[in-house]
T-cell receptor
Framework: GESVGLHLPTLSVQEGDNSIINCAYS??????FIWYKQESGKGPQFIID?????DKRQGQRVTVLLNKTVKHLSLQIAATQPGDSAVYFC?????????????FGQGTILTVHP | NAGVMQNPRHLVRRRGQEARLRCSPM?????VYWYRQLPEEGLKFMVY????????ESGMPKERFSAEFPKEGPSILRIQQVVRGDSAAYFC??????????????FGDGTRLSIL
């Protein structure tokens, strides 16, 4: 079936390092991808998105890379800070009969050590 | 606060009772989505609604669960005769339009439902 999943469930980095969080998706028809950050006790917070006609998109300290050939998505966080510690989810629009349905991956726990 | 508002933040019910979860979308958003999150897991889609219409309820359990988004007022997720397995965090999201047309869905901070 269609799914979006993550390679690594946990990632620990030192403050100031760059972080890379990976995501694999299986639906070749997916055309829109989103990264969310979820802090404890809160809802998912939008970080950055990318459409399937792009390979790369940059935001403030974050970059998303999309490799459609191998159906892989990554989130790069530059100069990681303790405030970046959270669970990170990738999600995609499944399209098809429901253009509103987001499919979420399992999540990666990012821990930033001062 | 112009974000997605959910209430209550925490809800405790005994088995067999009813749970009602409310969601007010962001201003200007007419599309509402409900998701459920179990501990240590990602969010699972439940239902997608527009005003007075259910567009996709493919993620809703067949029994005991219902959702509405009336012309006036918040969207309601209703769970009848709750069981322990219904304990989870329930998140609501909204968008201006479905799909990729207007960007991502924006989420509220959820309702944490605990069943005794």
């Amino acid at each position: 079936g269609e799914s979006v999943g993550l390679h690594l469930p946990t990632l620990s980095v030192q403050e100031g390092d760059n972080s890379i969080i990976n995501c694999a998706y299986s639906n070749s028809a997916s055309d829109y991808f989103i990264w969310y950050k979820q802090e404890s006790g809160k809802g998912p917070q939008f970080i950055i998105d990318i459409r399937s006609n792009m390979d790369k998109r940059q935001g403030q300290r974050v970059t998303v890379l999309l490799n459609k050939t191998v159906k892989h998505l990554s989130l790069q966080i530059a100069a990681t800070q303790p405030g970046d510690s959270a669970v990170y989810f990738c999600a995609d629009y499944s399209g098809g009969t429901s253009y509103g349905k987001l499919t979420f991956g399992q999540g990666t726990i990012l821990t930033v050590h001062p | 606060n112009a974000g997605v508002m959910q209430n209550p933040r925490h809800l405790v019910r005994r088995r067999g009772q009813e749970a009602r979860l409310r969601c007010s979308p962001m201003k200007g958003h007419s599309h509402v989505y409900w998701y459920r999150q179990l501990p240590e897991e990602g969010l699972k889609f439940m239902v997608y609604l527009q005003k007075e219409n259910i567009i996709d309820e493919s993620g809703m359990p067949k029994e005991r669960f219902s959702a509405e988004f009336p012309k006036e007022g918040p969207s309601i997720l209703r769970i009848q005769q709750v069981v322990r397995g219904d304990s989870a965090a329930y998140f609501c999201a909204s968008s201006q339009s479905p799909g990729t047309g207007s960007g991502p869905q924006h989420f509220g901070d959820g309702t944490r439902l605990s069943i005794l």
